[in-house]
């Protein structure tokens, strides 16, 4: 079983940034789409981004477009995704998650078989 593995959360006034990092241990990513899920206290889950085994083809949530970039390096089994501009919405555990291809809307969590276990982003002055 593929144990994902999230880091790189934490505490950040608007505007600033974050990267986060997800990896796994043993188990390559590279046969794998990666995508970037989301949730915050009270709501539900929203599929943040999502890129492609090869990273040819990414995706990306309507709120975070223009803002935030996935990005992978199979060579370092890693998916980034670069969080510009954030604002207190953006507050919420980050989850990647895997599986065989994107879904067909960024929106459609459901179809992630693999998940790791989240990393806290608090956006607050």
């Known amino acids: 079983q593929m144990q994902l593995v999230e880091s790189g959360g934490g505490l950040v006034q608007p505007g600033g940034s974050l990267r986060l990092w997800c990896t796994s241990s043993?188990?390559?990513?590279?046969?794998?789409?990666i995508g970037w899920v989301r949730q915050a206290p009270g709501k539900e889950s929203e599929g943040v981004s999502c890129i492609s085994s090869s990273g040819g083809s990414a995706s990306y949530a309507d709120s975070v477009k223009g803002r935030f970039t996935i990005s992978r390096d199979n060579t370092k089994n890693t998916v980034l995704l670069q969080m510009n501009s954030l604002e207190p919405d953006d507050t919420a555990v980050y989850y990647c998650?895997?599986?065989?291809?994107?879904?067909?809307?960024?929106?459609?969590?459901?179809?992630?078989?693999?998940w790791g276990e989240g990393t806290p982003v608090t956006v607050s002055l």
């Open positions: 043993g188990v390559t990513l590279a046969p794998y789409a």
């Open positions: 998650a895997a599986d065989w291809d994107c879904p067909d809307y960024v929106a459609a969590v459901e179809s992630y078989v693999n």
